[in-house]
């Protein structure tokens, strides 16, 4: 009984917008894909994360000293919130190309389209049914820790 | 390597936290304190609208890796050297040859290295220096092929390129190559996996930046077969791009397969200013 409770709040809300539903704005977008406000603290461990979203794979992070070897294909991101509105952080994390034309930067929130797709990190062919990098409350927990990043 | 990915090795972390000093452009390679090799030319024509220079991947190491390269007593590519030399001794398949039968003295190889890989006696292929040593084993030896990235073949690509060490690339990226030269230049521009990254945007447009704990270098492969201190052995040119491409949530093509013998083409071309290190150590 408890069981099936749990089971409900962490299925995903109806509201959940899907890769391909998502509309974009200039690069931004203005809906939340979940309807659910987005957990700083988990984001701030997704952005380091060598696992999913591993962002400082190509950006620096000085809020985050304890993460080693950080990386500089990108900006910095220490001041990105007074540079960005959250709907402009979430399209650049959902599909960064839409505000930069041709980055290097993945997209994060994207099905299809990729050429050779793998699963995962393997070798071997992605399955059809290939989800995009990041869950859509994984793209609102980051934007939500974004967000915190001002000088 | 996971590059982006949850893998990074604890052997990677020690490595890269120990190197107490950073890559330095402007180092130079002189091997058992006598054989000078150039880690920086001119680029290439074909390439100048990109670089100025080409770059050995020796430069991006840090002190300690580069210092291996220097002395063939510590550089631990040279056992898979004498692997291979006994290879080159060894009878096998059913004529009862060795390569030393036909060939003589591995010395016989000096330049073969510099000139691959290249279009095939019967000119209907692109063929790797691991296509050659095979053709030997199966149509001279009666031998059983080697797989490409299997013990006994990179011992034997690593004593042949020795035999070419500080020697001048000879590759023919013209005439019949061309089309092979083409289709490598393809790849080497197509955007690969989910992360949809190409060669050219980590080693051509990020060169020189850091992607988490690795320096990006321009990807040459004229120090190939490398002995990588992570793999604690030789990794093969097409191994090397397997890695690259599954770091990009790829699939990658297979070794010895027609798309990564034409990039070994294109790759090889864009540093053929650069002499062939012979075997170069990578972290």
Redesign the interface.
């Known amino acids: 009984m408890l069981g099936a409770v749990a089971a409900c709040l962490a299925a995903p809300a109806a509201a959940e917008i899907t890769p391909t539903e998502v509309r974009f704005d200039n690069g931004a977008v203005a809906q939340s894909l979940t309807g659910v406000p987005g957990d700083p603290a988990a984001g701030a461990k997704l952005l380091s994360?060598?696992?999913d979203a591993?962002c400082?794979?190509?950006h620096m992070i000085a809020a985050q000293p304890d993460v080693?070897?950080?990386?500089?294909?990108g900006p910095a991101l220490d001041d990105v919130a007074s540079r960005y509105s959250e709907a402009q952080l979430r399209g650049i994390v959902a599909n960064s190309k839409l505000t930069f034309a041709g980055s290097?930067m993945?997209?994060f929130y994207k099905v299809g389209g990729?050429?050779?797709?793998?699963d995962?990190?393997?070798?071997?062919?992605?399955p059809a049914d290939?989800g995009p990098?990041l869950s859509a409350q994984q793209v609102e927990d980051l934007v939500a820790y974004l967000l915190t990043l001002k000088p | 390597m996971r590059l982006l990915s949850g893998g990074v090795t604890l052997a990677a972390v020690l490595l890269a936290g120990a190197a107490s000093a950073d890559p330095d452009p402007t180092a130079t390679l002189i091997v058992n304190d006598q054989i000078e090799i150039a880690t920086r030319a001119p680029a290439p024509d074909h390439l100048k609208d990109v670089f100025d220079t080409v770059q050995s991947g020796w430069l991006y190491r840090t002190e300690e890796t580069r210092a291996l390269q220097m002395d063939d007593f510590d550089n631990p590519a040279m056992v898979f050297v004498d692997l291979g030399l006994e290879q080159w001794d060894g009878v096998d398949g059913s004529e009862g040859k060795s390569c030393a039968s036909c060939h003589q003295g591995i010395d016989s190889m000096k330049g073969v290295r510099a000139s691959m890989p290249k279009v095939n006696p019967a000119g209907n292929d692109l063929w790797s220096l691991e296509n050659f040593i095979n053709a030997c084993r199966t149509q001279r030896m009666g031998a059983e092929e080697w797989k490409w990235n299997s013990d006994p073949m990179k011992q034997m690509t690593a004593a042949i390129s020795l035999q070419s060490r500080g020697m001048a690339s000879t590759i023919r990226i013209d005439g019949a190559a061309e089309p092979y030269w083409e289709q490598g230049r393809e790849i080497y521009y197509t955007r690969y996996g989910q992360l949809e990254l190409s060669c050219a945007n980590c080693h051509e447009q990020n060169a020189g930046k850091m992607i988490r704990a690795d320096h990006l270098s321009q990807g040459q492969i004229n120090g190939f077969p490398t002995y990588r201190l992570k793999d604690s052995g030789i990794v093969s040119i097409h191994g090397r791009f397997v890695g690259c491409i599954r770091d990009t949530r790829g699939e990658p093509f297979k070794p010895g397969s027609p798309e990564f013998r034409a990039l070994e083409l294109y790759v090889a071309s864009r540093g053929m200013t650069l002499p062939i290190e012979g075997l170069s150590v990578r972290h």
């Open positions: 994360s060598r696992a591993n400082v794979a190509c080693a070897f950080q990386g500089d294909v290097v993945p997209s990729h050429v050779r797709p793998g995962g990190f393997t070798g071997n062919p992605a290939l990098i």
